[in-house]
């Protein structure tokens, strides 16, 4: 094979390359937001249940009306849940644990005299809009679930 030869096949290589770039990078990218917003929302729904489950502890070792064992919710022990449950303290004092989650969103129920249960529905903020692109395959991906977390527990 002749040099010149050479040199073409080897400048029409470099050109093919770009173009699978092209066509590649926009794939390989949403690949990879994509990981990355489901590794974040899943980091926050741990957060979530965590923050449930000690919220639902909490409310059950001081929900109980005296020896009887029955449950017995005040608005006292509502609030302390759940400043629990979204700041980390019965105070309510600090930063949320996560991002727009606010003491509106907590439940705090009695569901017989003997459980408590305490729930939230947390709306799911994306770093990277509220849908994930279809490219035309399609209606768009939306990427803003509500997050739904619930913890009963027997009373103490």
Avoid: C, W
């Avoid at 770009?18 to 794939?27: D, K, Q, R, Y």
């Avoid at 909490?58 to 005040?74: F, R």
């Avoid at 006292?76 to 989650?101: D, E, F, K, M, Y």
């Amino acid at each position: 094979m002749s040099r010149r030869l050479q040199r073409t096949a080897a400048h029409g290589q470099r050109g093919l390359a770009t173009v699978e770039m092209a066509i590649g990078l926009p794939v390989l990218l949403l690949l990879l937001f994509a990981t990355a917003e489901f590794g974040r929302m899943l980091s926050q729904y741990d957060t979530l249940t965590k923050a449930v489950r000690n919220g639902a502890r909490y409310a059950a070792s001081v929900s109980s009306l005296g020896t009887t064992g029955l449950v017995y919710i005040t608005p006292a022990i509502q609030t302390a849940v759940a400043n629990l449950v979204v700041s980390g303290n019965v105070n309510g004092t600090g930063a949320p644990l996560l991002p727009g989650l606010t003491t509106a969103e907590v439940t705090v129920s009695a569901i017989n005299p003997l459980y408590v249960e305490v729930s939230v529905s947390y709306p799911y903020e994306p770093m990277l809009g509220v849908a994930l692109p279809a490219f035309g395959l399609g209606q768009p991906i939306p990427a803003d679930p509500t997050l739904t977390a619930t913890s009963v527990m027997r009373a103490l």
